[in-house]
């Protein structure tokens, strides 16, 4: 297609999407369906405008995932208010390594004793299967904040935590698929993969993430510099916590998440004697600048400027990254297995993998099914898929994690998309009585 053509399709998409918004709102649908229906509409199977190969184009699609999870970690560690001493932290922490490490062993026996996949290539399918997507189950996510509802604040924390926990499962698959090197006795896989890539990014990202919100107060409050620009402050403070994770062997996706909770929990910087905003106009407010530099607003200023910026984003990341995956559909081999692999992943070994994760932690029956079903997957399980493809996993092995993949993610934006809106009204109702 010409660039004609391209500009063509894509300014009638978008300009589709912002019209019947609201629409698709009171629909029993999410976003995410009417993107996978429009990519698969696209794709190779009946418009083939887009033809993402993820053989062929393994590179440029795994930049594009990366990018929209990137946007993702960050907008969902904005979101999060509750400090990270809160032990309302214990359950997403617990879903983001006992449930993560159990769905991997889990989906690892099944691949290895009934698709006949070795073991490298089915720890590798684990560890793509495994983690949940903040993005997608923003459904779930009715509030945020200091006091948000523990389902939906659980599954966020455990979709902003598993994807850089399931790296080191990721090179583990790769590793014994001798795809990657693990040092003498696994030794570099459990320092530098799995202990360092999890501490070293989280201390990354909080501390870059803590210092630049409040240098970027100081400077408004005390000078009335820095003001503006917050789109500049919020790509600058991904790319910088991303790119010095990496740099340093750590994990870049922990650290953009860490990076957006700890911006989110930088506090106002009072001085004494400032006196307080007078009463806005009810039409027109108080102007940004205003707000951006009184020491009482700063902080909150800044990252809802921050966070309003980052949501933009992410609603584009995801528009791109479901379409692309709805066009992949065409190269993911119609596989029968697909048909009850599935079902057991949603259905059983998820909710199973919740079960072990939060004993002890006073949940009731209708939490504990809600976390166990809206496991959703969706961009981390295309990002390290198309990981596991660079390495140089392939042939016949390569068909069968594409299809299984493709056909899970895809499975799991319907299935969820359709049940998001009434399971949690029902659930949000129950607890209101």
Same mark, same amino acid.
């Given at each position: ?250 994990? =870049?996706?922990? @650290?953009? +998440?860490?990076?957006? &909770? %700890? #911006? ?5 910087? /009072?001085?004494?004697? *400032? ?102 997957? =969706?961009?981390? @399980?295309? +990002?390290?898929?198309? &990981? %596991? #493809? ?5 042939? /016949?092995?390569?068909? *069968? ?33």
């Amino acid at each position: 297609m010409s660039v004609a053509e391209w500009s063509l399709v894509v300014g009638l998409l978008l300009l589709t999407m912002a019209l019947t918004s609201k629409l698709v709102g009171r629909l029993p649908l999410s976003n995410a369906m009417v993107y996978l229906a429009l990519g698969w509409l696209l794709g190779p199977d009946v418009a083939d405008v887009l033809r993402p190969d993820p053989m062929e184009h393994t590179i440029v699609l795994e930049r594009m995932a990366e990018i929209a999870l990137l946007i993702s970690l960050f907008a969902v560690g904005l979101q999060l208010g509750v400090p990270m001493r809160d032990p309302r932290w214990r359950l997403p922490l617990r879903l983001a390594f006992v449930s993560m490490t159990a769905t991997v062993a889990m989906v690892t026996c099944v691949s290895v004793w009934l698709l006949d996949l070795p073991l490298g290539a089915a720890v590798c399918l684990g560890a793509i299967l495994a983690p949940t997507d903040p993005v997608l189950a923003s459904g779930v996510v009715s509030d945020s904040g200091v006091r948000p509802n523990r389902v939906g604040f659980s599954l966020a924390g455990e979709g902003g935590l598993n994807d850089g926990t399931a790296f080191p499962f990721v090179m583990l698959g790769l590793g014994i698929a001798g795809l990657h090197d693990m040092g003498p006795g696994y030794a570099r896989w459990a320092g530098v993969d799995l202990a360092w890539a999890t501490i070293g990014g989280a201390t990354i990202g909080g501390v870059l993430g803590a210092a630049t919100g409040r240098i970027v107060v100081y400077l408004r409050t005390r000078h009335e510099e820095a003001v503006g620009l917050d789109e500049f402050l919020a790509l600058g403070l991904v790319g910088t916590a991303y790119g010095l994770a990496q740099l340093s062997l750590a994990s =870049g996706f922990l @650290s953009v +998440f860490a990076a957006g &909770l %700890a #911006l989110q929990r930088v506090r106002e910087q /009072p001085q004494q004697g *400032t006196p307080p905003l007078p009463s806005a106009d009810e039409v027109e407010g108080h102007s940004y600048e205003t707000m951006a530099t009184h020491p009482a607003h700063a902080s909150a200023t800044l990252k809802d400027s921050v966070q309003q910026f980052n949501e933009k984003l992410e609603k584009l990341a995801e528009l791109a990254l479901v379409l692309v995956v709805g066009a992949m559909l065409a190269y993911a081999t119609p596989l029968p297995a697909a048909l009850w692999f599935v079902p057991l992943l949603i259905v059983v070994l998820r909710p199973l993998s919740v079960l072990l994760a939060t004993g002890g932690e006073g949940l009731s029956r209708p939490q504990r099914f809600l976390i166990g079903w809206f496991g959703i997957r =969706g961009i981390g @399980s295309i +990002f390290y898929l198309l &990981l %596991a #493809l660079r390495y140089g996993l392939s042939g /016949p092995v390569a068909d *069968t994690v594409i299809a299984l993949t493709l056909w899970t993610v895809s499975a799991s934006i319907i299935v969820h998309g359709v049940t998001a809106q009434p399971l949690m009204h029902r659930y949000l109702a129950l607890r209101g009585k």
